[in-house]
Every structure is written in C-alpha cells, then in structure tokens.
Nanobody, 123 residues
C-alpha cells in the first residue's frame, strides 16, 4: 500500500507559476513509476506528466515546455513545477503511483492515488 498526499495548489494569475508536491509513504517509493493527472470540471481525468523509476520524464503535449516533473527518492517526494500557467490549466491535480517501470497515460493502470489539490489560474 502507498499513501500519496499532494500539496502546493492555489490561485495564480495567468503567466504565473506553482510547484506541486506529492509526498509518498508506505511501500518503497523508488519502486513505482509516478504520474501527475488533472481533472477539470465536467471533463475526464487526463495525463499531464509522468516519471519513470529511473527518472525519465514524459509530458502531455498541452504542458510540454511549461511543466517539469521530478522526483527525489531520498525524500519519497515527486514534484511538478508549472510555469507560464494558462486558464485552461485550471483543474484538480492528482498524483498517482504505477507498479510498472515507466508511467503510462492510462488512468486505470495506476494503483494508488492522492486526494488531489486544486489549481486555479485566473485570466
């Protein structure tokens, strides 16, 4: 069992930045590929970024070049640095753990989820 807790969400103006954190506890964090997903009101939950066990990173086209995912296995923590935020980035952001080696874009592949943190970008 892995417990995940997100933090760092908030309200920011367009063009601003936020840094999300995902703290993990329970099983060995480094044994999991990790992902950030987001869900806007009335929309499906979608993949935003992922990081493999070894640190390789993957991004959705909508966030590529603006978001940076990273992990610190010594601190059992994953991060999402979000720059040049746009109103369409407004969503609840979730971190998730996948037992595989590399992250996937499929929600159903992830075994563990955090409770989410709200990110609101005003225009």
């Amino acid at each position: 069992q892995v417990q995940l807790v997100e933090s760092g969400g908030g309200l920011v103006q367009a063009g601003g930045s936020l840094r999300l954190s995902c703290a993990a506890s329970g099983r060995t964090f480094s044994n999991y590929a990790m992902g950030w997903f987001r869900q806007a009101p009335g929309k499906e939950r979608e993949f935003a970024a992922g990081i493999s066990r070894s640190g390789n990173t993957y991004y959705a086209d909508s966030v590529k070049g603006r978001f940076t995912i990273s992990r610190d296995n010594a601190k059992n923590t994953m991060y999402l640095q979000m720059n040049s935020l746009k109103p369409e980035d407004t969503a609840v952001y979730y971190c998730a753990a996948d037992r595989g080696v590399v992250p996937t874009t499929s929600v159903s592949r992830y075994a563990y989820w955090g409770q989410g943190t709200q990110v609101t970008v005003s225009s």
